[in-house]
């Protein structure tokens, strides 16, 4: 089973997705800061990262360099509401394999997370 960690400060959307997510046969965790998220890949690597950009403290560029540093090889998506060029653009050089807007339509984020855990 793949494993996904949701990373975002929005508790109500980490509930909702790991309900949707579970269903489809996932292992979903989620974490409500960017410390916490660095913190559980270094214990428990996910293959992928659902993560938003905005977040109190630790924003998802911050995790996205720490994941870098630290040598963190799960696959990432950008999952935010702030969408602009600039920031997807700044996420895909960060190592994010794609980036989507919410709110988000659930069979397209589906389909993005299966055809990303496929990439080599």
Do not use: H, W
Not at 62 to 80: C, G, H, P, R
């Amino acid at each position: 089973m793949e494993s996904i960690l949701i990373v975002d400060d929005d508790i109500n959307l980490c509930t909702i997705l790991q309900e949707e997510l579970s269903t489809v046969g996932y292992a979903v965790d989620f974490v409500t800061d960017g410390y916490k998220a660095v913190e559980s890949l270094l214990q428990k690597q996910a293959e992928l990262v659902l993560l938003d950009l905005k977040m109190p403290k630790k924003d998802g560029f911050a995790v996205l360099k720490d994941m870098q540093e630290q040598n963190i090889k799960s696959k990432v998506i950008v999952l935010t509401a702030y969408a602009d060029v600039k920031s997807a653009i700044d996420s895909t050089k960060m190592g994010a394999s794609d980036f989507i807007s919410k709110p988000y339509d659930f069979d397209e984020l589906l389909i993005t997370i299966r055809r990303v855990l496929q990439e080599e």
